[in-house]
């Protein structure tokens, strides 16, 4: 639906004469990636309202959404899949906020430190449809440990006074870090299998 969508924009764009047909794929990405963001925020901000946790999961939308620009992780085939893993991933998270009394300690510091862990061992995983070159590979590298630290930072500032908040950072930043480790678990079972 949102490829075929971005599509018709396109040509629509090329038919007017707005953009050239040279640069139509552009376009395509472009709309697709608009898009894509416009239905994850839709189902971020109907899902707290059904669940009455908008702040809560906008809050693990933000540090999300920033993390994830530069750690790259596991990306889907189609876009409907990817809605449907980001709709899995947010409702976990708010199950998580609303049960957030039987959140250890233990398990809030194991998030924080193995999401600290990947982050460093693997940030950035690239896109295969939007490859990076070497030093945006060392600038998003950068970028990814310096916002993880800052995060782990203020996740372990927040944990006596705002638990839920601190808890909802440490779910966003073990969910990226997550989403890093498949992506390098399925490449490296992919140049296995190649290999064999």
Same mark, same amino acid.
């Given at each position: ?14 038919? =007017? @004469?707005?953009?050239? #047909?040279? !640069? ?6 472009? %709309? ?9 925020? $839709?189902?971020?901000?109907?899902? *707290?309202?059904?669940? &009455? !946790?908008?702040?809560?999961? @906008? ?11 530069? %750690? *790259? ?5 189609? &876009?409907?899949? %990817? ?22 300690? /233990?398990?809030?510091?194991? $998030?924080?430190?193995? @999401? ?31 916002? @993880? ?14 638990? /839920? ?8 930043? #073990? ?11 399925? =490449? ?9």
């Amino acid at each position: 639906m949102i490829t075929r969508l971005a599509n018709i924009i396109a040509d629509f764009f090329v038919e =007017k @004469s707005v953009i050239d #047909l040279k !640069e139509r794929e552009i376009y395509v990405y472009g %709309c697709e990636a608009i898009f894509s963001a416009l239905v994850n925020l $839709a189902i971020v901000i109907v899902s *707290g309202l059904i669940m &009455h !946790e908008l702040v809560n999961i @906008s809050i693990f939308y933000f540090v999300f959404l920033a993390m994830r620009k530069y %750690c *790259g992780g596991y990306h889907a085939k189609t &876009h409907l899949k %990817c809605n449907l893993i980001f709709t899995f991933n947010v409702l976990m998270v708010i199950l998580f906020i609303k049960n957030i009394s039987v959140v250890s300690t /233990t398990f809030y510091i194991m $998030a924080v430190a193995t @999401s600290n862990i990947l982050v460093f061992w693997l940030a950035p995983i690239e896109n295969e449809n939007k490859p990076l070159g070497n030093s945006e590979i060392e600038k998003y590298r950068k970028i990814a440990i310096i916002l @993880s630290f800052i995060f782990t930072v203020i996740t372990v500032l927040l944990i006596s006074f705002y638990k /839920t908040v601190s808890i909802i950072i440490a779910l966003a930043l #073990l969910s990226v870090s997550l989403a890093m480790l498949i992506t390098r678990l399925m =490449k490296e079972v992919e140049v296995n299998r190649n290999a064999d």
